[in-house]
């Protein structure tokens, strides 16, 4: 606990620092030159920190470990995670936001046409497609990896147990795995084992959220065990560059929940795992600092 506090102490709350380097106000003024107009506008910088904001307030509010993780990745990468993250959460809440399917398929049509818009483009008046837009732009971002997370969300509202664990792993793949994709793309890791372990801590991240889901679902009573999906991830960690390691964080997250889930004696239902762990960021914090996942 000392050696905490020392690296606490002598790195003076360095999530603090972070979030202050990435505050709309700051990123607008520095990339100021970087700026384009999406749309005609009097006041594009306006735009792009409301843009920013928004993207950054949705993921900190639904996706708070995603929010940290995006904190502790390079600079030049911060605002494009956030505009990914965001654009997973508006694809993600789309189930539990709608009361017909009908209605839901039409939301997945609006960003399956601004995904081809935004390679035109011309992105939507929309603050997620216009940080999709800026981050596509700076990164070359494979449309293929963001049309297959829409695709996948979509067969996703036939509101419908997983009939295996392969069928799970699957839905993963195409889902969590492609946004890490996309996370080595803003990295500008291009790595074959780097993919290798994107997809199997896609498939552990996609595996664990379902678990943690199951109380909110319990009447559908969908339970999956993640198995040894973490542990094969980690195997690839001695050629994965170390550029790409920031992008497999979550795997701290996925372990931490686990550890909880042992001493709760495997309860999904424990009243302890519906809170938050205190310490997450000090974890994450000190696993990026030894960059390592």
């Not at 965001?86 to 046409?113: C, H, P, Y």
């Amino acid at each position: 606990m000392a050696v905490i506090h020392g690296l606490l102490s002598c790195r003076v709350s360095p999530f603090f620092g972070i979030f202050k380097k990435i505050s709309p106000s700051c990123v607008c003024m520095s990339r100021a030159a970087e700026t384009q107009r999406v749309r005609p506008s009097s006041s594009v910088t306006t735009d792009s920190q409301h843009g920013e904001k928004y993207c950054l307030d949705l993921v900190r509010s639904r996706d708070y470990e995603g929010f940290l993780i995006s904190l502790l990745l390079p600079e030049e990468a911060r605002r494009s995670s956030l505009a990914l993250r965001a654009f997973n959460v508006e694809l993600a809440q789309v189930k539990d936001s709608v009361s017909q399917k009908t209605i839901g398929l039409m939301r997945m049509q609006f960003w399956q046409t601004a995904i081809e818009d935004i390679y035109k483009d011309e992105p939507p008046n929309q603050p997620v497609s216009t940080e999709l837009w800026r981050a596509v732009r700076k990164h070359n971002l494979t449309k293929r990896w963001l049309l297959r997370i829409i695709t996948e969300r979509e067969k996703g509202l036939e509101d419908r147990a997983y009939r295996n664990l392969q069928e799970l792993e699957s839905y993963s793949e195409n889902t969590q795995a492609s946004l890490l994709y996309l996370l080595l793309e803003c990295l500008g890791v291009k790595n074959v084992h780097a993919d290798h372990a994107a997809s199997h801590v896609g498939k552990a991240q996609g595996i664990v959220t379902c678990l943690r889901a199951t109380p909110y679902h319990s009447s559908r009573r969908k339970v999956y065990l993640p198995m040894d999906i973490c542990m094969l991830a980690r195997s690839f960690s001695h050629n994965v560059p170390a550029a790409a390691t920031p992008a497999f964080l979550h795997t701290v997250v996925l372990e931490d929940y686990l550890q909880r889930v042992r001493r709760a004696h495997f309860d999904v239902f424990h009243r302890s795992l519906q809170n938050r762990n205190p310490l997450l960021p000090i974890q994450l914090y000190l696993r990026s600092w030894k960059k390592t996942y």
